[in-house]
C-alpha cells in the first residue's frame, strides 16, 4: 500500500514537471515560429515619399517571406500630422502586442519608441536615429529600434542647384522648424553653401497653412530655394509651386515625389526602394535572424538625379547636357 502511494506521488511529480517544461517551450517560441504575425504601421502624413516607403516595406516584407492574408496580419494606420493620433496609434500597437512594428518618419518613430521597449520597431524615412534619441549607436542601436535612414547627399544637391543656376548668390530655405530631421539637413545646407561664398536666408513653417505667407517673404530675395525631406513642405509642395514658378525661383528639394509635386530638380534617394529595404530587416527580425538591439542602421547607396521638365519650361530654364544625361524625367 505504501508503495502504492509513493508511485503515484512519483507519477504526478512527473507529470506536473511534464507540463511545466511544455509550458515553458511555449512561451519562447519564437515568432518566426508562429502561423501568423501581427504588424503594425504607423505613417506620420499622407505624401507620396512616405506612401511610397508604406508600400515599399509590405513588398520587402512579402520578399522577406510575410505576406498579408497567408502568415501576416497587417494593421497599417496614418495619423494624418497629428501628435494625438500618434499617441494613441502607438498605444493601440502596444496594447494589441503587435510582433513589430514600422514608424515611418521620425515623429512616428519617437512615439512609438517612448510608447514601448519591448516590442521590435524598424522606422524608415528617418534622417538621424541618433539625433532624435531612437537608438545610442547607429552601428548598435542598444534598443527596441533600428531601420533605414534617409539621409540624402545634401552637398551633391547643392552642387546640382549650382550646375542649374550657375549665378546663385542667395539661396532660401524653407522647412518645418519643429522637425528634427529638417533641423539636421538644414545646418548641413547652411555650412556647404556659406562655404562657397553663398548667402543663405531662411523661412519656417509649422504647418502647411504657413507655407504661402513663408514662401512669399522670400521671392525677390533669393536666386533659388532648397527644401530638406520635410514632411510639412511635402504634403503641400504644389502650394509652393504655385508661388516659385511664377516668380521664376527654382526649387531643389530632398526627394523624388516633391519634384513630381512641382519642384524643379533632386539627386537623392528613392523612398520605395527605402521602404522595401526596411521591409527586408524586418523579415529578419520576425524570423529570429536579427534582434534591433544589434542590428546597425542602413542607408541606400543608389541615388539619382529626378527632373521636373514641366516645371523647367515654366521657369524658363535650360537644363545643362551632363544634369539631363542619366536623370529621371518627371512631369
Not at 9 to 16: M, S
Not at 308 to 316: F, H, P, S
Amino acid at each position: 500500500m505504501e508503495e502504492m502511494k509513493l508511485w503515484k506521488k512519483g507519477f504526478l511529480l512527473l507529470t506536473a514537471l511534464a507540463v511545466g517544461l511544455t509550458a515553458g517551450c511555449g512561451g519562447t517560441q519564437k515568432t518566426g515560429d508562429k502561423k501568423n504575425v501581427k504588424v503594425g504601421v504607423v505613417q506620420l502624413v499622407e505624401h507620396q515619399a512616405l506612401d511610397a516607403a508604406n508600400k515599399g516595406f509590405v513588398d520587402g516584407l512579402a520578399a522577406g517571406g510575410f505576406k498579408e492574408g497567408e502568415n501576416l496580419t497587417l494593421d497599417r494606420q496614418n495619423a494624418q500630422a497629428d501628435q494625438s493620433n500618434l499617441q494613441t496609434i502607438a498605444q493601440r500597437f502596444a496594447n494589441n502586442k503587435e510582433d513589430l512594428i514600422c514608424a515611418i518618419a521620425t515623429p512616428a518613430a519617437q512615439t512609438v519608441a517612448n510608447v514601448t521597449r519591448d516590442i521590435p520597431v524598424v522606422g524608415t524615412a528617418i534622417t538621424d536615429y541618433k539625433e532624435a534619441k531612437l537608438v545610442k549607436d547607429p552601428e548598435k542601436p542598444g534598443t527596441n529600434v533600428t531601420g533605414t535612414t534617409d539621409m540624402n547627399p545634401i552637398d551633391k544637391q547643392l552642387d546640382l542647384l549650382l550646375k542649374i543656376v550657375p549665378k546663385t548668390r542667395t539661396i532660401g530655405i524653407l522647412y518645418n522648424s519643429s522637425e528634427i530631421n529638417s533641423q539636421i539637413q538644414v545646418k548641413k545646407m547652411k555650412e556647404l553653401a556659406e562655404a562657397k561664398g553663398l548667402t543663405v536666408r531662411e523661412a519656417t513653417v509649422s504647418s502647411v497653412n504657413d507655407i504661402q505667407q513663408s514662401a512669399q517673404s522670400l521671392v525677390g530675395q533669393v536666386d533659388a530655394i532648397y527644401v530638406p525631406t520635410d514632411n510639412v513642405i511635402a504634403s503641400a509642395m504644389p502650394v509652393l509651386a504655385k508661388i516659385t514658378n511664377p516668380a521664376k525661383i527654382p526649387v531643389i528639394c530632398g526627394e523624388e515625389g516633391v519634384v513630381k509635386s512641382g519642384a524643379l530638380a533632386t539627386i537623392g534617394i528613392d523612398y520605395y526602394k527605402l521602404g522595401y529595404q526596411t521591409g527586408l530587416m524586418a523579415a529578419k527580425i520576425l524570423k529570429g535572424e536579427a534582434k534591433p538591439q544589434t542590428m546597425p542602421i542602413e542607408k541606400q547607396k543608389d541615388m539619382k538625379v529626378t527632373i521636373n521638365e514641366t516645371t523647367a519650361k515654366e521657369l524658363g530654364i535650360t537644363l545643362p547636357e551632363d544634369v539631363l544625361k542619366g536623370a529621371s524625367l518627371v512631369k
